[in-house]
């Protein structure tokens, strides 16, 4: 008999090894799927207009029955496809896509998982001029089903500047020396010599250290969220700072950055309390957690503040960067 006797015009029914019967070592797995898949995706800016941006994104689903070999991990693809290739970036569509996770391997899965990691691109105006520029946010999404129950949270990266406050204090002590120094025998001191001494290298002898730092902001939307509020969650975080990193700039924007700095001196623990005070009164926000790093220009490692809302069963003050709770 030849190898296609018996199949209708040379089709045969393909082998499917995920539904033979599991012969190996038989328990429960947490999660099983993909990791690392691209897909452009859209999401809105705050003039609601739609932005396409590439996603890195995690797709899951549990797998309860001990006897069965595994999933189908090409439904939870074409899902992804299906949803995310042509819908906008909502909690409602996030929703849908965990919930045909679930739905697509209802007899051996009861939880779904999914996870969007992307840049958010948004013309940002520059601190004094009329320029303006594109700055790029890491965001990520992270929605799961268990239990029937869906729960959506938004991580938001925002860069920051932050000058140190004893490294000013040191600054001030060395300038007032100098100045001591030139008009300490002069009595009664010209305010004109001073003024263009003070414009000179000698009269500013030393500066605060400063260094570009970020702010990493997850938060818990509460129920009835219709979009992502990742522009104005960027905006709480740089209002709460004052010194974001700028695109466009002039010299007036350059010297206002430096006025900035100077107006809000901050270690860490500083920064990720001023951030905690402005998310704390956001009542669109259940739950929120908080992670700055300066990344010290005087020290060769980071600084760090972790800070969470405190809610009863919330996030835990959990260290690591994006913490997964």
């Not at 007899?107 to 958010?120: F, H």
């Not at 004893?166 to 001073?194: H, P, T, Y």
Request: hydrophobic fraction near 40%.
């Amino acid at each position: 008999m030849s190898a296609n006797e018996g199949c209708q015009d040379n089709q045969c029914a393909m082998p499917d090894i995920a539904n033979e019967p599991h012969s190996g070592p038989n328990s429960p797995l947490s999660w099983v799927g993909m990791s690392e898949i691209e897909l452009p995706i859209f999401v809105l800016n705050a003039k609601k207009e739609k932005i396409q941006s590439l996603a890195k994104v995690q797709a899951y689903v549990n797998l309860v029955d001990p006897n069965s070999k595994g999933i189908h991990m090409s439904r939870l693809y074409l899902i992804l496809d299906e949803k995310l290739g042509s819908g906008v970036l909502t909690p409602q569509l996030l929703a849908e896509v965990v919930g045909e996770f679930a739905e697509s391997h209802k007899d051996i899965s009861t939880n779904a998982y999914l996870e969007c990691r992307l840049g958010y691109f948004e013309k940002r105006g520059s601190l004094l001029s009329d320029n303006v520029g594109w700055k790029n946010y890491n965001i990520r999404t992270i929605t799961s089903y268990r239990d029937g129950k869906i729960e959506t949270d938004l991580t938001v990266e925002v860069p920051y500047s932050s000058t140190c406050p004893c490294s000013a204090a040191l600054a001030r002590q060395l300038i007032q020396k100098g100045f001591k120094e030139k008009f300490g025998e002069a009595g009664q001191v010209d305010l004109s010599n001073v003024h263009d001494w003070l414009g000179t290298v000698e009269g500013i002898r030393a500066t605060p250290h400063s260094q570009r730092s970020i702010a990493q902001v997850r938060v818990k939307l509460i129920d009835g969220v219709e979009e992502l509020p990742i522009s104005a969650l960027i905006d709480e975080v740089e209002e709460a700072l004052q010194t974001p990193v700028q695109a466009a700039v002039k010299r007036e924007d350059e010297q206002e950055f430096a006025r900035l700095n100077a107006a809000n001196l901050m270690f860490c623990e500083d920064a990720a309390r001023r951030i905690y005070a402005k998310l704390n009164v956001d009542a669109s926000l259940q739950d929120f957690w908080i992670r700055v790093n300066h990344m010290e220009s005087l020290h060769p490692h980071d600084a760090v503040a972790v800070a969470v809302k405190g809610v009863d069963g919330g996030y835990r003050d959990d260290p690591r960067e994006f913490p997964s709770n």
